[in-house]
């Protein structure tokens, strides 16, 4: 199969022609002068903080920051209510319900699933290789003419591993429609971005969030890279203010923060290692899986058991055991080396019992 990409090809068709919401800030792009547009609240809030106007409905200044840390043209980048956001508006744009086909590849995100579900798009799963691997032949076996887009998560969420280069680019290079890579998790690994190739494949599309390593999870706002029509696309179809003030003062404020991003994530890669080590160590943890992540992925003898022991002990880890190929696994975010120690030593009080029992 050989790409032939077209967008207008792949977006429903209502969506090109669909006539947006037009704000009172689309009309008017200024930042001085006497307000009496958009129908707000002349006097001010009920907070300290006046949040009596409306946002830049397209977060200029933010993109404008963002662009050159991203080494992106500012037409390239949307930002959404975190990463979902994009998510369910990338679905919304090219699935028509009850026809059009998407690809996930368990285990993986959820999210991708869910939206597909929301929006009734039918959902093909290619399961991962054993060893969490793009299995290239089966997706692209399973591709349909209706089929929309392919998911891949990397780093994968919950395996922790990044998918091997060669893999994507055949995906991107044989098929014709929307290839998402969501890098959630990207800054933990020496793995380059695809943002690089993104002039090198129109159908591509990156996903990257602020949450993890930037520290921001609490203000909600992912990253979209893409070519520039499907970016005028998303903000074409996507709620007039979905990035509130708040976040967006927060997120400038943050983007002035590069060196501390930087600093906390060489502490969370010296944690994972220390955690990695501290849990291999423990008889009754199976396998730690290779992680490119913030996170491990451990297998554990009685991964039930000792998740309910965690709660007790009031440490909360992610329950991955009923997932597909992850079987008695829990995931485990890296903490500060405080938290990981309390993890590791409520594991060997644990372990000893078991022992004794």
């Known amino acids: 199969m050989k790409n032939t990409f077209d967008l207008n090809k792949i977006l429903r068709p209502h969506i090109l022609s669909l006539a947006p919401y037009s704000s009172a800030r689309d009309e008017y792009t200024g930042h001085s002068g006497i307000f009496l547009d958009a129908n707000e609240n002349p006097y001010g809030s009920v907070t300290e ?3 009596n106007r409306y946002p830049d409905p397209y977060q200029a200044e933010i993109k404008h920051k963002l662009a050159p840390i991203k080494n992106i043209s500012v037409d390239r980048i949307f930002l959404g209510n975190g990463s979902d956001e994009p998510i369910d508006l990338l679905t919304r744009a090219t699935c028509t319900p009850s026809q059009d086909h998407v690809i996930i590849l368990p285990p993986t995100y959820g999210m991708y ?7 009734d798009v039918i959902i093909d799963k290619v399961s991962l290789t054993a060893d969490y691997q793009i299995d290239v032949e089966a997706v692209l076996n399973a591709v349909t003419p209706k089929t929309k887009i392919i998911w891949i998560c990397s780093p994968n969420n919950p395996t922790g591993n990044v998918m ?10 044989s098929f014709d429609g929307l290839v998402v890579v969501d890098e959630a998790y990207i800054d933990f690994t020496d793995t380059p971005s695809w943002v690089r190739h993104l002039d090198q494949y129109p159908n591509l599309v990156v996903l990257q ?25 998303l903000n074409k179809i996507k709620p007039p203010y979905n990035i509130s003030l708040p976040a967006q003062k927060a997120l400038l404020e943050g983007l002035e923060g590069i060196a501390k991003k930087d600093k906390m994530i060489t502490e969370i890669l010296k944690e994972r290692t220390f955690l990695c080590n501290m849990l291999t160590d423990l008889s009754l943890v199976i396998k730690v899986h290779a992680t490119d992540a913030n996170f491990l992925l451990v297998q554990f003898d009685e991964a039930k058991a000792i998740m309910d022991y965690l709660i007790r002990e009031e440490i909360i880890v992610r329950d991955r055991s009923r ?10 975010t890296v903490g500060t080396r405080e938290e990981n120690e309390a993890l590791i030593e409520s594991l060997k009080k644990y372990q000893q019992k078991s022992v004794a029992a």
């Open 164 to 173: 091997q280069a060669d893999a994507i680019r055949t995906v991107l290079e």
């Open 113 to 119: 699933e869910v939206s597909a579900s929301i929006h």
């Open 209 to 233: 969030t602020f949450s993890k390593a930037w520290g921001l999870a609490g203000i909600r706002v992912g990253m979209c890279f893409a070519s520039p029509e499907l970016i005028r696309i």
């Open 49 to 51: 903080e006046n949040y």
């Open 323 to 332: 997932v597909h190929l992850c079987d008695g696994c829990l995931r485990i």
